[in-house]
């Protein structure tokens, strides 16, 4: 099969390399799946610069997480129904050295997710990481019905889905974008009003466009930066979930004024996320796409040979949606 893969750290096109590697076998309770697309996350590149130092202790990595194809194969215990089964999976490069940025892949049945019909495999795969990230900020708490969430950078990957699964589970959704663009694509996927976090004033701006009350949650893309402004619009016994602190890595927090609001912390990264959560979210993103509820944003498609392009456009960021590899 062609893939791609690296065997050392460093710049995506001085690493990644493409050429021909046996094509796996399903095992035990796997699945073989033939990929039609390749979901390309930051943790993908992050991983591919370094970031976990013993990712290639027992030999090269074929990078992503992400991906859709179809089932050509099961292992033992696998039911053969699920053969020629359209799928998108997850975790595929999770404590494994074989992502989904090759022809095929054997991975656990329970990483295979059936994809409806009225769903492209490009957009299936941007679920593994941005949908269920989404999902989990936005439930990992209880309902949503009758409370007012703020999304901050709404029109970003998961926040763009993390509108969608609030406002149509009932909430009211405040988001943040910094230009008129992301506020139409904001308000598109079911914000109630749109407020530009690169004013001084936008906690103020968030709580009036609430009638004057702060808010009950906040999901928040950045972590760090955007805490000092939190603070002054959350209500007391509210929520931060958040999955992201990159422009401030190591953030300090005002412990002690948290304390006495009983606020609530969730931090939040898919891979580490209970079983149970991996598990409704799958089920609620199937019942979702059956009734054609959920808006997908596709900023980039390359082919296999430019994996490394994709790494780029990530790197460079500029730009709205998924980035997906077509195999």
């Known amino acids: ?19 021909e590697l046996p094509r796996p076998e399903p095992g035990p309770g796997e699945v073989l799946i033939r990929l039609a697309a390749s979901g390309v996350n930051p943790s993908d590149v992050k991983k591919r610069a370094g970031s ?6 027992e030999g090269y990595v074929i990078p992503h997480s992400d991906g859709a194809g179809v089932i050509e194969a099961v292992g033992g215990g696998v039911n053969p129904d699920r053969r020629g089964e359209r799928v998108w999976v997850y975790q595929a490069q999770y404590e494994r050295r074989f992502g989904t940025a090759a022809e095929y892949i054997a991975l656990d049945a329970d990483r295979a997710v ?25 439930f990992s708490d209880g309902p949503v019905a009758g409370q007012t969430l703020l999304v901050t950078g709404g029109a970003g990957r998961v926040g763009h889905y993390a509108i969608q699964w ?13 230009n008129p663009e992301d506020s139409r694509a904001c308000l598109d996927a079911g914000a109630h009003a749109v407020v530009n976090h690169c004013d001084a004033d936008w906690a103020a701006q968030t709580v009036a466009a609430n009638q004057g009350r702060k808010i009950d949650r906040v999901i928040d ?7 000092s402004a939190v603070m002054e619009l959350i209500r007391t016994s509210g929520t931060i979930a958040t999955y992201s602190s990159m422009a401030v890595r190591e953030p300090q927090l005002p412990f002690y004024r948290m304390m006495f609001m009983d606020l609530t912390i969730r931090l939040i990264i898919v891979y580490a996320m209970p079983e149970t959560a991996k598990q409704q979210a799958s089920t609620d993103i199937t019942e979702w796409l059956h009734a054609g509820k959920l808006q997908h944003r ?22 709205r949606g998924c980035v997906v590899v077509r195999v």
Request: net charge negative; charged share 15%; hydrophobic share 45%.
């Open 221 to 227: 893309v950045e972590f760090g930066a955007t805490l």
């Open 166 to 178: 609030a406002a149509q589970s009932g909430a009211r959704v405040i988001a943040t974008a910094s």
């Open 52 to 57: 976990a130092p013993n990712l290639l202790d």
């Open 114 to 138: 059936p994809l409806p019909g009225n769903t492209t495999f490009d957009e299936g795969a941007c679920f593994g990481i941005p949908l269920m990230t989404a999902h989990r900020c936005v």
């Open 1 to 19: 099969m062609q893939a791609v893969w690296f065997e050392r750290f460093g710049n995506a096109r001085e690493v990644l390399q493409i050429s």
């Open 298 to 319: 596709l900023a980039h498609r390359v082919p296999l040979t430019e994996t490394a392009r994709a790494h780029e456009l990530i790197e460079q960021g500029g730009f």
